[in-house]
């Protein structure tokens, strides 16, 4: 059995998250989906596990999770990428199963596949599928709310 993982915040959830999940989920045999939250993001962690909980309810093979981290821990921006991606993939083979392959669309996900001793896979759609920032998405969610899924858009009460 081949295990994939993903990594993002989800704030929000939408089609670019997706279009990696369902790349991830093409190559692998269980994905496991880590929600990180920190206590100083606007959307709640649980909240966020939720919609990916809803979003892939008839898939079996994902699993959601939610990994809380103290806003400190990753706050250092003089610290790099390959130092924070180093700290993240200590925690992750703690708590975790065996990883097989991360996916992501950006370049820690190479230096997590090192520190986790997998495969690493960069698929870089999800930024051309999204070409807007998240933060965007949050302000005014009746304006993108084609870009989210269906768990989201009740969260913001919005329809596309």
């Not at 790099?80 to 975790?96: D, F, G, P, T, V």
């Not at 820690?108 to 930024?127: H, K, N, Q």
């Not at 989201?152 to 009460?157: A, H, I, N, Q, S």
């Amino acid at each position: 059995m081949k295990r994939g993982l993903v990594i993002g915040k989800f704030l929000p959830l939408h089609i670019g998250h997706q279009a990696l999940i369902g790349y991830a989920l093409e190559h692998c045999d269980e994905l496991i989906i880590v929600v990180g939250a920190s206590d100083d993001e606007p959307i709640p962690g649980e909240v966020r596990l939720e919609w990916l909980k809803q979003t892939y309810a008839d898939d079996s093979r994902v699993k959601p999770v939610l990994l809380s981290y103290d806003e400190a821990m990753a706050s250092d921006a003089a610290v790099s990428i390959e130092n924070m991606s180093r700290l993240w993939a200590s925690y992750l083979k703690k708590q975790l199963p065996h990883i097989d392959v991360i996916f992501a669309s950006e370049s820690y996900g190479a230096y997590m596949g090192r520190f986790l001793d997998c495969e690493s896979v960069i698929y870089e759609e999800p930024c051309k599928v999204v070409p807007v920032a998240a933060e965007r998405i949050r302000e005014e969610p009746a304006l993108y709310a084609h870009l989210l899924p269906q768990a989201v858009k009740e969260y913001y009460k919005v329809q596309a």
